[in-house]
């Protein structure tokens, strides 16, 4: 049994065809013997149905997700090596899981949370989320990222009242800062950088929860997603837009936080990388 947990989050842009990706990722890490214990996945474009629990599981992991057809889809899935020994199967792993931000009318499949008893230390609570794109200030697509915004930290702020060790994961279509944008100057006061949307993460940060990559010391112009055109990603031309934020209590345990751009250079890859925190158990 290792002393940490690694929780990771990845916008997979499609599960049919990054499956692959996917399964390879998770061995690579294991190999590594850095193996990911959780992973939230984003952009499934996936119905429930189609979704490969059987591939994964012949893999070692467990998943729960919520898909959808064409856009959106989020999921959490587990290695059963990292559970503890009462957690056997979908209904012992993940407790309490919620789809959906409750009371928020929404059909598209943004957000899945459950709460996973880790062997050898206490439950976390796992929130995966796709936020909202929000395509340019000046549109509805807008208006609806802002509102999801707001409803999202409402229920936050409970989850947060019942569950000291929370961990919210995933794509926020946002850079919170200057320092997470390749060119500042050329996408001032757009879409994924403008002060509404900077303000509502840092709204996020003021529930105490923490962005678990700027609490260590980074390389400068670390990105987690790069545009497919334009050789975006050969000239380094990205955004950090993937986070993993961390309440106070699970703050105190993270030892490292880092992106893995590897996944991005094979072929047919997603245009977002992997993120990763590792949580020490005691």
């Known amino acids: 049994m290792t002393d940490s947990i690694r929780i990771a989050a990845w916008n997979v842009n499609s599960l049919k065809v990054r499956l692959p990706h996917v399964l390879r990722w998770l061995q690579d890490q294991e190999k590594k013997q850095q193996a990911i214990d959780a992973l939230c996945l984003q952009e499934l474009k996936l119905t429930d149905d189609k979704y490969p629990h059987q591939e994964l599981e012949a893999a ?72 909202p794109n929000g395509q340019s200030p000046d549109s509805d697509k807008f208006v609806y990222k802002l509102d999801w915004l707001s409803k999202l930290q409402k229920w936050l702020a409970q989850e947060l009242e019942q569950n000291k060790r929370l961990a919210l994961l995933g794509d926020f279509n946002i850079a919170p800062a200057d320092e997470d944008v390749h060119d500042p100057k050329a996408w001032e006061g757009q879409n994924l950088v403008s002060p509404p949307e900077r303000n509502a993460f840092q709204e996020l940060l003021s529930l105490g929860m923490h962005d678990s990559f700027r609490m260590f010391k980074q390389a400068p112009k670390t990105y987690s997603w790069w545009d497919y055109r334009m050789m975006g990603f050969r000239r380094n031309a990205g955004m950090r837009i993937d986070h993993i934020l961390l309440s106070e209590a699970l703050k105190e345990k993270c030892s490292a936080s880092v992106v893995d751009k590897e996944p991005r250079t094979w072929e047919q890859p997603s245009d977002h990388a992997p993120v990763i925190a590792q949580i020490k158990k005691t």
């Open 60 to 131: 070692g992991y467990l998943s729960l997700a919520a898909g959808q057809k064409t856009y959106n889809g989020v999921a959490i899935i587990v290695r059963k090596a990292a559970l503890a020994p009462i957690a056997s199967d979908i209904t012992t792993t993940f407790l309490k899981s919620t789809r959906n931000i409750p009371d928020y009318q929404d059909e598209q499949q943004r957000v899945l949370a459950a709460t996973i008893p880790f062997a050898g230390t206490q439950p976390i609570r796992l929130v995966s989320a796709y936020f």
